[in-house]
């Protein structure tokens, strides 16, 4: 009996040692931008709302952070700037030996105007969702139903 519990246990301690732990590291060339930037991590479950599990700042002067001891498997990377709609994101298939995913960020500007029955609609709220990797931003317009602000994600 005491060695049947003894191979169980060292069985159990074997496959939790043996699941690897991989480190990715998030590049991301700025093009200009001298803000701070969020970049965020979460497993990419198929059909599900990603939930953030690694959250790291890169200050203004920095491009690089890495994200030690996950899980090999697909991940979301999304990097957030300050403004509403800078947010940039993309999917990460990490191995068991790292990896790499580089980010650019894009000088792209965009304007919405929202009306009703030809008329303005101030402070309107906007959902933008983006349906594929399942996150979403909210903007308001100003008092003339507009917005307009730097935009990374395309499409």
């Known amino acids: 009996m005491k060695t049947v519990r003894a191979f169980a246990l060292s069985s159990a ?8 732990a991989a480190t990715l590291n998030v590049e991301v ?19 599900r709302a ?6 790291k ?16 498997g697909l991940y979301i990377v999304l990097a957030s ?3 509403p709609l800078q947010r940039l994101s993309a999917k990460s298939n990490l191995g068991s030996a790292g990896g790499t995913i580089r980010l650019a960020i894009p000088k792209t500007e965009t304007a919405v105007r929202v009306t009703l029955g030809g008329e303005e609609l101030p402070r309107a709220a906007i959902a933008l969702t983006h349906h594929e990797l399942h996150w979403g931003m909210d903007v308001a317009t100003d008092e003339h ?7 990374w994600e395309p499409g």
């Open 13 to 20: 301690l074997l496959l939790t040692l043996s699941a690897p």
């Open 29 to 47: 060339s700025r093009n200009g931008f001298t803000g701070p930037i969020e970049i965020a991590v979460a497993p990419r479950l198929e059909g």
């Open 50 to 55: 990603p939930e953030w599990s690694a959250m």
């Open 57 to 72: 700042r890169l200050a203004s002067d920095k491009s690089a952070v890495t994200f030690p001891g996950l899980a090999a």
């Open 81 to 83: 700037g300050p403004e």
């Open 145 to 151: 139903g507009r917005f307009a602000g730097p935009l």
